[in-house]
Nanobody, 125 residues
Framework: VQLQASGGGLVQAGGSLRLSCAAS????????MGWFRQAPGKEREFVALIRWSDGDTFYADSVKGRFTISRDNARSTVYLQMNVLTPGDTAVYYCVAHLAPSGSVSFSPRTYESWGQGTQVTVSS
């Protein structure tokens, strides 16, 4: 599956941004999709995931209550609504997808075979 991410930018602390990730090339019903991020000098880390078949969502503790992941079946698009952003959220955000017929969800970036191009999110203090 091919992924095209968009929506990053520069925002002040406390502000909001919405990322989008449009998927093409495959039927998504057996996929897990979502977002990882990587800040300068840090490891790539899990942010949020959604299981396409039933819409179950999973969040890193650091973003729980502030970020919301959702999907649009008709547009084959995943969204990440990010609210109450902090400088600690500054990173390159990557959209990911993994074919998971069993429905299992992994929080390791190594599991995900499809990656979008990355979009920069910068939060100023």
């Amino acid at each position: 599956v091919q992924l095209q991410a968009s929506g990053g930018g520069l925002v002040q602390a406390g502000g909001s941004l919405r990322l989008s990730c449009a998927a093409s090339g495959r039927t998504l019903s057996t996929y897990v999709m979502g977002w990882f991020r990587q800040a300068p000098g840090k490891e790539r880390e899990f942010v949020a995931l959604i299981r396409w078949s039933d819409g179950d969502t999973f969040y890193a503790d650091s973003v729980k209550g502030r970020f919301t992941i959702s999907r649009d079946n008709a547009r084959s698009t995943v969204y990440l609504q990010m609210n109450v952003l902090t400088p600690g959220d500054t990173a390159v955000y990557y959209c990911v997808a993994h074919l998971a017929p069993s429905g299992s969800v992994s929080f390791s970036p190594r599991t995900y075979e499809s990656w979008g191009q990355g979009t920069q999110v910068t939060v100023s203090s």
